[in-house]
Structures are given as C-alpha cells and as structure tokens.
C-alpha cells in the first residue's frame, strides 16, 4: 500500500466519494466479483465497460490463452489488427480507417492532434460533465473523477493549455452558438460524448447531437464523438447512428479490448492519412494493436454480432431500471434513473438530471449510504453518484430482481 500513490492506480477505486476502505478484487466470473475476503458481489462496476459479456468469458479466455502461446507483443504488424481494423470499420460507417492505440486517453490525445491538424486552429470546445481522458487539453471541468473528487480542474495542467479548451453545458446548444460567435475561425473540434456517461447516464435531449454537428460543420471545426464507453455498447457499432449525427473522427475503447487494454481512433480517411507514417501528426506506441488484446476485441465483437444480443442487453436494463425506480417509490424517496441500453445511475434527491450541473444536485451523502447498503446485500456499484451501472449479458433475470430486492432495502434502511 505504501509503494502505490492513494493505494490505487485510478482515483474512483478509492472510494473517496462513498467513504470506507476500498475493495481488493480476487477473481471475477460471469456477473459476479469475489473479493479478497470471500465475499460474492453482483457487479456493476464491469471494469466501467469492458466486461459487457460478463467476467472471464470462456470463449474469451480460450482465445487470449490460445494467442498468448503465440506471444505477446512483437513491435511488428499482425494480421489480427487488420482484421479488428476491419471490423471496426464495418460496424460503424464513419470509421473509414483505424488506428489502434493503448487506452481513451490516447485515442482522445489523437483525435484532438489531428483535428488541431486539419484545421489549424488550436481552439476545442468540450461539455461540463464529460471526460474524455486525463490528456492536458481535456482536464477541463472533466466529469466523473474529478467531479467526486470536487477538483474541477487538475493540478500541473498549464493554464494556457487549459485557455484553448472552451467548456460548455451539456445539451445546450445556445452556449455553444455563443462561443462560436465569439471566436468563429478559433475552434477547431467539438468533442462530446453522444450519451454522457460520465457524470451519471445523461442522455442527449432531443436534436442536440445532429445540430450540433451542423453548428460545427457550419463554422468550420470537426466534430469528435467519444464512443469509448457508448461504441458497442448500445448496439453493434457507435451509438451516434441513434441520433443521426454524423462526426468526423470517433474514439473507442473499452468493449473494443475485451476488457484488455485498448483504444482506437477513427474517422474519415482524409483524416486518419493526416497520422505517421503517412503524414505529418505524429503517434505512437510500443504496445498499440497488441495482439493478446486485439485477440480479445476480435472474439469479443464476434459474441455481440451475434442475433439477440443488443434486445437482452435492452430487457435487462429495463427490468433494472423499473425495479429501481419501484424502489425508491416504495421508500419515499426523491430520485430519478436515468438509463440507454444497458447503462444506467440512480440518482438520489433530485428528480430530473439532463447536464452536468442537475447531476451536482444529486445528493451524494444519500448515495454513499446507498452505495454501502447495496454493498452490506451482495451488490457492487461503481463507487461514485456520478458513475454508470453496466449491465453485462451475464446478468440473468435472478440477478436483476435480486438486485432491486437489495435496494428497497438498502433504500429502507437511509
């Protein structure tokens, strides 16, 4: 413990925001976590995305064991990149090429160098309540962590970097129109997260995403799609096509790994040709296209291709989500849930959350008392109010009105 900063290498697993000493992982199997003690935990958490087909997926397993016979990393190109390259790009239309990297992070540190490139601008236009990786540029009232953490913005980041990076309201388009009028030829990416995730589940309001896109197009800046969390998840390929959008560039990451490490950025081919070796915006990574991890991404995408998996993942988060709002009807509690697919988070005293300041309203003493009774029944949430639940296809329906057995109950006790 002391040889590791915090005790934890990702602030959230801490439990700063929930209070109490954090729980030590031993092994995960399907929808369940063991932990260091013994105890049996349904999961929520689902290493915040990855673990859409449960934990340890046996198919998964056999594959990554299979190619870790064959080695690990060689610095060289595989023909497995090609092949998730491929897939990528069949699943999702705006994807005309790929660039794998190691994590979110890079794949929004890249996005953002390119979109610098084409455009000439240095200027980026972000959302209150949105994260995108702890690059500099982005560190900018990020959501999630730093929301918990109630530091707005990061220690070490430069303050004029931090000037290049406009921060508007989620869902709301006028203050978008009014920066734009401020600084027409300045901005050169808009970068949003088409279903927040990272301050709670927020989806977008109506017409947002697609007027967006033209407010951007119109003035000349690129439109960036951070699909790290949402790509794969809502349907196979990026959650964009709901909302009939079109960007320029997206990032993935998370489903796409298979709960191995992985990022990617993609978009338009002009676009991506802008990136070494091809043209001038260096990127690079020892470790990027991995073949242990893009095996895993691969196989991965191969289960969820498969018919009826986005209609389960549907059912479950709409089992989850009536029975949690059951509950806190049956506890007289004031919350709202807030859900798309198989991501979901219960707010606590509030009613409504559509951006990131409705979600600070959002009782989070109420929620780590919550978050403790839930954990006291055999449930593990993400151990912050401003985090989704991830429903995985290993959940099954016993695990799901288990679940919402545990909330009346932790709801019941305060």
């Known amino acids: 413990m ?9 602030p959230v697993r801490a439990w700063r925001a929930v209070g ?3 729980v030590f992982i031993a092994k995960g199997t399907g929808a369940y976590l063991v932990d260091a ?16 087909l449960g934990h340890a997926h046996p198919e998964i397993v056999a594959a990554v064991a299979e190619q870790a016979r064959r080695g690990f990393s060689f610095g060289a190109p595989t023909e497995l990149e090609v092949e998730l390259a491929e897939r990528i790009a069949g699943a999702i239309p705006a994807a005309e090429k790929v660039r794998l990297v190691s994590s979110g992070t890079e794949a929004g540190m890249t996005a953002l160098r390119i979109a610098r490139a084409a455009t000439g601008r240095p200027g980026i236009m972000k959302f209150d309540g949105c994260y995108h990786g702890h690059s500099d540029a982005l560190l900018v009232r990020a959501g999630s962590g730093a ?7 990061c220690a070490g980041v430069p303050e004029a970097l931090a000037a290049l990076t406009r921060v508007a309201p989620y869902n709301a388009l006028e203050a978008v129109e009014r920066y734009f009028a401020a600084d027409p030829k300045g901005v050169a990416a808009v970068i949003v997260e088409p279903l927040a995730a990272n301050m709670g589940v927020v989806p977008p309001a109506a017409g947002f995403l697609k007027q967006l896109g033209e407010l951007a197009h119109r003035h000349g800046a690129l439109l960036i799609c951070d699909e790290v969390i949402s790509g794969f998840r809502l349907r196979y390929g990026a959650a964009y096509e709901l909302f009939d959008v079109q960007p320029d560039i997206i990032m993935l990451g998370k489903i796409i790994g298979g709960g191995m490490p992985m990022g990617a950025v993609a978009g338009r081919a002009e676009l991506m040709d802008l990136l070494a070796p091809t043209g001038p915006v260096y990127q ?11 095996r895993a991404g691969i196989e991965t995408l191969k289960l969820l291709d498969r018919p009826g998996v986005y209609e389960r993942l549907e059912q479950a988060g709409a089992r989850l989500e009536s029975g949690l709002r059951a509950a806190l009807a049956a506890a007289g509690r004031t919350g709202c849930v807030n ?9 606590l005293g509030t009613d409504r959350v559509f951006d990131g300041e409705s979600a600070r309203r959002a009782d989070a003493a109420a929620f780590a ?18 985090e989704a639940m991830f429903v995985s296809l290993a959940h099954s329906d016993a695990d799901l009105d288990a679940t919402v057995a545990a909330a009346r109950g932790a709801l019941a006790a305060g």
């Open 20 to 22: 109490g000493a954090p």
């Open 284 to 294: 690079a990574g020892t470790l990027s296209g991995n073949p242990l991890s893009v």
């Open 339 to 347: 859900r798309a697919g198989s991501l979901l988070t219960m707010f």
């Open 147 to 153: 929301m918990t953490l109630g530091v707005p913005d």
């Open 369 to 386: 008392r919550f978050f403790h009774g839930m954990f006291d029944r055999g449930v593990n949430l993400p151990p912050s109010q401003f």
């Open 37 to 52: 003690d013994g105890n049996r935990l349904i999961d929520y958490v689902g290493s915040y995305g990855p673990a859409i």
């Open 2 to 10: 002391a040889r590791i900063p915090g005790a934890v290498n990702s």
